[in-house]
T-cell receptor
Framework: EDKVVQSPLSLVVHEGDTVTLNCSYE??????LLWYKQEKKAPTFLFML????IEKKSGRLSSILDKKELFSILNITATQTGDSAIYLC??????FGTGTRLKVLA | DVKVTQSSRYLVKRTGEKVFLECVQD?????MFWYRQDPGLGLRLIYF???????EKGDIPEGYSVSREKKERFSLILESASTNQTSMYLC??????????????FGQGTRLTVV
């Protein structure tokens, strides 16, 4: 059975901290892994990863995929209160992890 | 600007009622999806469709049905609403060949309460 597991389930940090969110997976016919940020309602797309070892970067956020060990990490440096959200990992398009709820305190 | 629109943001229905949740996308996407999201359980796929009049069951289809008569519209139907269907419902669409498409675009969600 295909599976996506995210950890931690929740995380509370202070502004300026760096966080690492984890996503491990077991799926057949892997093609890509996606990260989304969900602040209030609709998840919004962050990254798509298809190749191992190639970092995707957008501002303070970055992500990398390890297809040998079957996981991905999402890093956020110098966190801000606006980073508070649920971060979802997805093997498109059926299988989402439960998400990591991040709260950044001022 | 891409758009997925769900017809209602909040709904309150009584047990046993038939409930329709509508979703419309304006991106000419082939794939459309209905998820429910519950605390601690993440997003779970109810049904998806990869073409007009085509539908496939997801992980939790029991108690639900869907309709896709036009490419842009995907409806979720609760034939007889029950309290355990109280949840946030999210519609999504994507393009891409086959069933594993590219990034999904989500609607704003419908919070359904069944009393």
């Amino acid at each position: 059975e295909d599976k996506v597991v995210q950890s931690p389930l929740s995380l509370v940090v202070h502004e300026g901290d760096t966080v690492t969110l984890n996503c491990s997976y077991e799926v057949t016919n892997f093609r890509s892994l996606l990260w989304y940020k969900q602040e209030k309602k609709a998840p919004t797309f962050l990254f798509m990863l298809t190749s191992s070892g190639i970092e995707k970067k957008s501002g303070r956020l970055s992500s990398i995929l390890d297809k040998k060990e079957l996981f991905s990490i999402l890093n956020i440096t110098a966190t801000q209160t606006g980073d508070s959200a649920i971060y979802l990992c997805d093997i498109p398009l059926y299988i989402f992890g439960t998400g990591t709820r991040l709260k950044v305190l001022a | 600007d891409v758009k997925v629109t769900q017809s209602s943001r909040y709904l309150v229905k009584r047990t046993g009622e038939k409930v329709f949740l509508e979703c419309v996308q304006d991106m000419d996407h082939e794939n459309m999806f209905w998820y429910r999201q519950d605390p601690g359980l993440g997003l779970r796929l109810i049904y998806f469709s990869y073409d007009v009049k085509m539908k496939e069951k997801g992980d939790i289809p029991e108690g639900y049905s869907v309709s896709r008569e036009k490419k842009e519209r995907f409806s979720l139907i609760l034939e007889s609403a029950s309290t355990n269907q109280t949840s946030m419902y999210l519609c999504a669409s994507s393009t891409g060949s086959g069933l594993r498409g590219t990034e999904a675009f989500f609607g704003q969600g419908t919070r359904l309460t069944v009393v």
